[in-house]
């Protein structure tokens, strides 16, 4: 959250190090010529935030980025699980989310459309679409069909395309909060546990760093304990790319 993790030195003998049986990673893919880096590496699944397929809209949102980076990147890529995360707003990219997924599906990608997180950028003057009425839309046009699902404890609920026979994705954090079957906590580059992305934090492992790992994984465990049902907004003070984590 909040940063390009492909961007820092060394992030690929990082992640080589950690040995980890499942490897996700969310990015941008906005470094030039990452692709095969990645191709080489243990990650596994990959988000990609893609807001807009139009370069001049893509420029605009991202601050000056380059479209056509990204989908180079894309292009590339080999042997990934990829999904590809949108964020609806609306009068900036809702009429597009047709062409998203069309875009998604040809390449074998899961295209995801997401609710904006008010909380952290209130301020920034874009305003969430109904991804309902979205879900509608597509629905009335058999863009999708079937009965919505999710699968396993994702914060997605899902339904099918008729035409590729691939999922479509829904997260809705604000208008259907699934703060019940959600499993995740948050550890930020400093060392800080949250249990809700919306909370301040409420522990932190790096002093326990230097007793070494069971001491680390029993905070883990008794911190996991205290996880509540229900979203917890503390934290309005934050915002995303300060979280880090």
Request: glycine share 8%; with cysteine; hydrophobic share 40%.
């Amino acid at each position: 959250t909040g940063g390009e993790p492909f961007a820092r030195k060394g992030v690929m003998d990082f992640f080589r190090r950690l040995k980890l049986d499942n490897w996700g990673v969310t990015t941008s893919l906005a470094v030039e010529n990452i692709a095969g880096q990645i191709n080489n590496s243990p990650v596994d699944n990959i988000n990609v935030s893609l807001d807009t397929l139009d370069e001049s809209g893509y420029s605009w949102i991202t601050g000056g980025g380059k479209l056509e980076i990204v989908l180079d990147n894309l292009k590339k890529l080999k042997n990934k699980k990829i999904k590809l995360n949108t964020i609806l707003i609306e009068d900036f990219n809702y009429s597009e989310a047709e062409k998203i997924i069309s875009f998604a599906h040809r390449r074998g990608f899961i295209p995801r459309f997401i609710e904006k997180m008010n909380l952290f950028s209130a301020g920034d003057g874009l305003k969430s679409a109904s991804l309902s009425l979205l879900e509608k839309e597509l629905l009335q046009r058999g863009v999708v069909s079937g009965r919505a699902y999710r699968q396993d404890s994702s914060a997605a609920f899902y339904r099918l395309s008729p035409y590729s026979g691939l999922p479509v994705g829904f997260i809705t954090p604000l208008s259907a909060p699934f703060c019940g079957s959600c499993d995740r906590i948050r550890l930020s580059s400093s060392g800080e546990l949250k249990s809700c992305l919306f909370a301040e934090a409420e522990a932190d492992i790096a002093p326990a760093l230097k007793a070494g790992r069971k001491e680390v994984e029993k905070i883990i465990k008794e911190f996991l304990k205290m996880k509540f049902p229900a979203r917890k907004e503390d934290a309005e003070s934050l915002t995303m790319s300060g979280i880090g984590g």
